[in-house]
C-alpha cells in the first residue's frame, strides 16, 4: 500500500487526494494511537465513492467490512449500506442512580440484572406477538404503549410516565419512521424474540463509578455527581439488524458493483426504490436497537429497585445516543447522507432545539473497552468540522482471533492468542466480570483496545467535544 499522508496539525492526519479520491480525507489521531494501513487503504476507497463530499476518521478509527469503524461518510446522492454496518444502532445508554458506588452493591445488581437479561449470541428474552412486534420496529419506542397484550415482568414493571421521560432523552426520540414492507421474513424471524437480550462482541452492561467530573454544572445539569454509581447499557439491533444489513449489501452490489470502489464498498442510488427500501428497514432495525435498550433499562431499573425496596427509587437516563446509523441531515447548507459508523452524533445545542438539553447541548456518552473507564462528553459548535460527529469507543488495535487465539468449546487451545490468561486477570482486577463465553472473552480484553483516554484526549483538544465525567467499571456483564 502506497497512500500519501500529510501531518495537518498536531492531531490531523490528511490522505491527500490521489488515485480514484474525490476528496482529501483528514484522521484524527495523535501520535499515540497505532493507525491500522488497511484502516487507511479503507477510508481512502470511500473517498473514492461518488457524490461523496465529507469521509474522515476519529481516533479509534480500525478495519471495518467496506468502511472502517470509527468513520464519518457524507455524500449527496447515494446510501451505502456497509457504512453503517452490520450492527445497525449499536448504541449506549446512561442510567443514573441516587446511590454512592460501591463494588459489592454493584456485584449485587450485576447478578440480578443476569436474570433477567440474557448475554450472548443467539439468545431470546421479551417476546411479543407477531402484529405487535411489527407495530413496535415500524414505531420504535413510542409505540410500545400501542402493544396489544401487555402481560408478564416487563409490563409489570413500565412506567409509562418514566418512559415518557426516558423518550426526550432519546436520539430521534427513539422513534424512526420505519418500513417494514422492506424487511425479510427472515430478519423478522430472528428479531421477533431478542428484544431485551445484549448480544455478543463489544457489548456489555456495566455497573461503573463516576470517578471524576472535569465540569460540574454540566455534570449536575446531567444527573452526575463524583462517586455516584451508574449503568451503561451498550448493545444494538441484534440478529434483527444484521440480517437487514446483509440483505441490502447484497443488493447494493448488484446494482453498483461495476460503479464502486471495490466488491465491499457497493451502494444505492439515493431516490431509487431501493435506496428508499433500505431506509425503511434500517430505520427499522435502528428502532429495534432504540427499543433494545428502553427494555433493559425497564428490567434494570426494576431490578435495582426491588433489591433495595424502593419503587420509587429515581433512576432517570441522561441520554440514548446510536453508533451505526445513516441520516439525511443538514450540513454547510447542503442536505447529506451522513453515514456514521462506529461515530457518535454530538450536537451542539444550536441543534438540540425542542429537546430537553436546548440549553446545553447533546450529551456524548463513549464506552471504553472492558476493564477500562468509559466517558460523558457533551457536543461543542466546533464539531461542524466533523459533521457534528466524534469517536464512538476506543477502537481495537488487534484482531479478535489475534487478541484471544483460537479455543475450542471444550477449552482446547487450538492457537495461543496475544494475550495471556495472566494478562487478562491483571486488566481485570478488582472488576466483577460477568460472561457468557469464558473461551472467547479475551477477545474483549483492555489490551485488545486502543488507550481511551489518549482517544477522547484527541476529541476534547481538538474541540469537538467536552469532557464532563470519567466513570470506571466495577461489574461487567459480556457476551
Known sequence: MNISLTQRGKYELLIEKQDRMLIEAPIYT??????????????????????????FGMPDIHVGYGVPIGSVVATRDIVIPAAVGYDINCGMRVITTPMKADAKEAIRIAESIRRDIPLGEGKRNISL???????VVEGGVKALRRVSRKEGRLWDARDEREENEDIQKIEEFGSMEGD????????????????ATLGGGNHFIEIQEVQRVFDMKLAERFGLYQGQ???MIHTGSRGFGHEIAGDY?????QVSLDRAPNKDLCFLDAGTKLADEYIGAMRCAANFGFLNRQIMA?????????????????????????HNIVKLEEHFGQRLWVHRKGATRAFPKSRMAGTVYADVGQPVLIPGSMGTASYVLLGTEESAKTLNSVNHGAGRTMSRTRAAGVVSR?????????ISDEEFREAMHGIHLICEDRFAIKEEAPQAYKDIDEVV???????????????????????
Open 457 to 479: 484526549h484527541v476529541v476534547a483538544e481538538l474541540g469537538l467535544a467536552k469532557i464532563v465525567a470519567r466513570m470506571v467499571p466495577l461489574a461487567v456483564l459480556k457476551g
Open 30 to 55: 495523535s501520535d499515540k494511537i497505532t493507525l491500522e494501513p488497511d484502516s487507511i487503504e479503507q477510508l481512502k476507497n470511500a473517498a473514492s465513492l461518488p457524490s461523496v463530499v465529507r469521509a
Open 410 to 418: 471444550k477449552g482446547k487451545v487450538k492457537k495461543s492468542g496475544a
Open 129 to 135: 406477538p407477531e402484529n405487535d412486534f411489527r407495530m
Open 180 to 195: 417494514l414492507t422492506a424487511v425479510s421474513q427472515r430478519a423478522l424471524e430472528r428479531g421477533k424474540s431478542q428484544l
Open 249 to 253: 449489501m447484497r443488493k447494493a452490489k
Open 229 to 231: 454509581m451508574v449503568v
Open 298 to 322: 425497564v428490567l434494570i431499573r426494576h431490578d435495582i429497585r426491588m433489591l433495595y425496596g424502593d419503587h420509587t427509587m429515581p433512576l432517570p437516563i441522561i441520554y440514548d445516543v446510536a
